[in-house]
């Protein structure tokens, strides 16, 4: 059974940075990535990346802010958070699939429990 455990969320303040980590249970995925989703709000793209680690892509709120990388030989992904911001506090949820990246939260068969970011201002 396929398994995403998510860790590194937390509490932080504004200006601060978190390094979220996802590793999965032995199985490689062509693309892996981040939504989140806030109280009250539809659970939104944050970041991808494909299996070569050169092909990424970033919701525009977090561009220049967040970096996604991946070690294939820990099966593992990152999301590093710098001047984390207010708007930011979510629970972040990792994603796994084996198509190319995509936006739409359909496009990824497989889905961590998630894991608390928030951000005091």
């Known amino acids: 059974q396929v398994q995403l455990v998510e860790s590194g969320g937390g509490l932080v303040q504004a200006g601060y940075s978190l390094r979220l980590s996802c590793g999965t249970s032995?199985?490689?995925?062509?693309?892996m990535g981040w939504f989140r989703q806030a109280p009250g709000k539809e659970r939104e793209f944050v970041a991808a990346v494909t299996w070569s680690g050169t092909n990424t892509r970033y919701a525009d709120s977090v561009k220049g802010r967040f970096t996604i990388s991946r070690d294939n030989a820990k099966n593992t992904i990152y999301l590093q958070m710098n001047s984390l911001k207010s708007e930011d506090t979510a629970v972040y949820y990792c994603v796994a699939g084996s198509s190319s990246i995509t936006t739409t939260p359909s496009g990824y068969e497989y889905w961590g429990q998630g894991t608390q970011v928030t951000v005091s201002s």
């Open positions: 032995g199985r490689t995925f062509y693309t």
